[in-house]
């Protein structure tokens, strides 16, 4: 067999396998095996990179490339449809279906109404070739490129029968596993969380950098074809047609002959859904003739031929306690409502956050009282209303703090923003002593065993200041401590020693610069190279680093704008800690592009993409995804779209070939 049927062979059978894993959650190869084949494929496209095809089954983990969406106009428009909440008014639906037909008999589909994002395939010879987001319903966003890494949706279809050319539709979701992960990482980050899966999903699937999306664990269930040449003349037997052809259908999805299946079907899935692994926020049911479909027809908003019917969300009513306010480590202030304990989906409620004043002023909550606690699709409990009635006449509005609960300072709300936050950085404790946890968090500096409460005795002691004073501490000050000993203390010396090599992308995000998170640090780390170009960059220069806005941009130059914060890293600089990339990274690094932005497009011979990528971000520019006015070369491999060529052809953008943008950067090395 030569390479190109080997190529082709293993894009089969990986396909396959990738549907028995993720589609029927059945593999029959072990983990280990698909790594190999997939790694033979990998080497096999490597070597020969004329034979790529944006549909191989190595794609789907994404590119790190920004995309910038084309939009596209469906052929169909995408509509909502009716809610119902009650069984009542479901059958009541049933009835007018019934005299919509003129009496007629007919057969109802019930399915889960999943929730998160819709998403319209389009399929030509067997091949996905867009995928379409929901949009404004008659224009949405192709995000091909983020669905290809969805390992549950067929790139090929298999087995036979489907029409040349057909849409189908369904509803992207983040399964509640990936979601808790996700969660559960962000927080640690201290970056804002998801509310619900279904966020987390809609904002994914329009993320620029797919290989993100790859990342985030997404899935997809289909419940809706569409095309002129469909196999069947009902709804559920199309469906069970494109299970066939490897498309994830949920096993909920039933025949019902009658308004009594109807009504069971309901309370089944009523407690039944708690136990899926996605969200869900209702049922759907749908009239399964299309014949009888296209007699029922459509409003202008929704098919006459289906309904939602929304599951209650759990609620709970209890008391409102108190409201406490909480500094955290950037100052911001976040009210939380202190509750009675209640009983929701299973865990007792304690605590509920309220946001911010905005939250509390729309609510119009007032002492003690009875609130709604809700947990719909949720993670965290919210309040969604109060119970006036039960109300006293003398209870007086919550009102949010004019001061800081820690330390006293008045606090400061910057226009445009809902955070009233603690300006005294300097003096309030649980500023500082975030900043110290934040400092050794694993993705930081990693030093191991500090915890919150450490961190606060030994701020308590006078042990600790600030981050610096950390690489101070001796072990006398350590095993002293409660519950401490020398083998603990010994522990905590070793990580806050090994810290030392932590790289010095780390430590920009350890520094707790706000508004700089994980990525950004590590953008800019990349970028400037050492600390001392970072603490004398202007705005100007800060905003050209990818990633870098305006306002994070004014918070670096803030930052080191501050004696303070100088001290502290020349007393870090001083401790050992790394101030700038290592020699390795730092191995070619010049400004010959800096200020540059380049667009790269097309396949290479001499270098991947990522390659050049990471070379043009070496040599001071920043790679962007699209081409624009300020877009100052277009990187052109072989193959590269038309559109994009004549996009830059108009705007005069010099066009250049990977021959000359090496010429370009070996300039500056030699
Ligand atoms: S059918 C013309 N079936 O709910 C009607 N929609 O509220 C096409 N959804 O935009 C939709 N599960 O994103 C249908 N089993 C299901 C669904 C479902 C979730 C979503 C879909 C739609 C929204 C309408």
Redesign the pocket.
């Known amino acids: 067999m030569d390479f190109k049927q080997r190529i082709t062979q293993l894009r089969t059978e990986l396909n396959e396998h990738n549907h028995k894993y993720y589609v029927l959650n059945n593999p029959t190869i072990s983990d280990q095996e698909f790594d190999s084949l997939m790694h033979e494929l990998e080497v096999l496209e490597r070597e020969h990179p004329e034979l790529d095809d944006p549909y191989s089954p190595t794609h789907r983990v994404g590119s790190d490339l920004s995309q910038g969406f084309e939009q596209w106009n469906h052929k169909r428009r ?4 009716g ?1 119902t909440y009650s069984v009542a008014e479901v059958e009541e639906y049933v009835r007018r279906c019934k005299d919509g037909l003129g009496g007629e008999d007919f057969q109802t589909v019930g ?9 319209s395939l389009h399929y030509e010879h067997g091949r996905l070739v867009r995928a379409v987001t ?1 949009g404004d319903g008659e224009k949405g966003d192709v995000v091909t490129l983020n669905v290809i890494t969805i390992r549950s949706i067929p790139l090929e279809l298999k087995g036979t029968g489907w029409p040349e050319e057909f849409e189908i ?3 992207i979701v983040l399964p509640w596993k990936e979601f808790d992960r996700l969660n559960a990482e962000r927080e640690f980050n201290e970056e804002p969380l998801f509310a619900n899966p279904r966020n987390a999903a809609s904002g994914t699937i329009k993320m620029q950098n797919s290989a993100e999306v790859a990342r985030r664990g997404l899935d997809a ?1 289909f ?2 074809l569409l095309g002129d040449n469909l196999p069947f003349d009902n709804h559920y037997d199309n469906m069970m047609a494109a299970k066939e052809w490897g498309f994830k259908v ?1 096993e909920s ?1 039933t025949l019902l002959h009658s308004i009594e299946d109807v009504v069971e079907f309901i309370s089944h899935w009523d407690t039944a859904r708690k136990q899926l692994p996605v969200a ?5 049911f ?1 009239v399964n003739s299309l014949r009888q479909q296209l007699n029922l027809g ?1 409003t202008a908003k ?2 006459r031929w ?1 309904i ?1 019917y929304k599951f209650q969300a759990e609620r709970a009513l209890t008391e409102l306690k108190y409201v406490s306010f909480e500094t955290g480590r950037s100052g911001v202030i976040t009210p939380v409502a202190n509750l009675e304990p209640v009983l929701l989906s299973g865990t007792i409620v304690k605590r509920a956050s309220l946001h911010n004043e905005d939250i509390i002023r729309a609510l119009d909550i007032h002492d003690h009282d009875m609130v709604y606690v809700e947990k719909g699709g949720e993670i965290i409990p919210k309040i969604t209303g109060v119970n006036i009635e039960s109300r006293s006449t003398t209870a007086q509005r919550v009102k949010f703090v004019s001061h800081c609960p820690a330390c006293g300072t008045p606090l400061i709300r910057v226009d445009g923003e809902a955070a009233w936050v603690c300006p005294n950085r300097w003096g309030c404790v649980p500023q500082i002593t975030g900043r110290v946890e934040h400092f050794v968090g694993r993705k930081m500096m990693n030093i191991d065993g500090i915890g919150e409460e450490t961190v606060e005795t030994l701020y308590n002691r006078g042990l600790i200041s600030d981050i610096s004073s950390l690489y101070h501490l001796r072990a006398e000050d350590l095993s002293t401590l409660e519950g401490w000993g020398e083998r603990s203390a010994e522990r905590v010396l070793q990580g806050i020693e090994q810290s030392k090599q932590v790289p010095f992308e780390r430590v920009v995000y350890a520094l707790s610069i706000p508004f700089v998170g994980e990525t950004v640090a590590r953008r800019v780390a990349r970028a400037v190279g050492n600390i001392d170009a970072l603490m004398s960059m202007p705005v100007e220069q800060l905003t050209a680093i990818e990633d870098v806005g305006p306002r994070i941009a004014q918070s670096i130059v803030e930052y080191f704008g501050d004696e303070r914060n100088r001290t502290i890293v020349e007393k870090l600089r001083n401790a050992g800690v790394q101030m700038a990339m290592s020699e390795k990274s730092n191995a070619g690094r010049t400004d010959i592009l800096a200020g540059k932005s380049l667009v790269i497009s097309g396949t290479f011979a001499l270098h991947s993409r990522d390659e050049y990528k990471e070379m043009i971000e070496l040599n001071g520019g920043k790679n962007v995804g699209s081409i624009s006015k300020k877009t100052d070369y277009l990187l052109a491999g072989d193959n590269m779209g038309p559109a994009k060529l004549e996009k830059a052809t108009k705007l005069g953008i010099p066009i250049i070939s990977e021959q000359q943008f090496l010429e370009m950067i070996a300039k500056t090395t030699e």
Not at 78 to 81: D, P, Q, V
Not at 111 to 119: A, C, H, L, P
């Open positions: 995408m509509l909502s449809l809610n399915e889960m109404k999943f929730d998160g994002t819709s998403i929901r539709r369904g509803e269930y419940y809706y949920s999805m869900t926020d209702g049922l759907v749908k459509f929704s098919p289906a939602a």
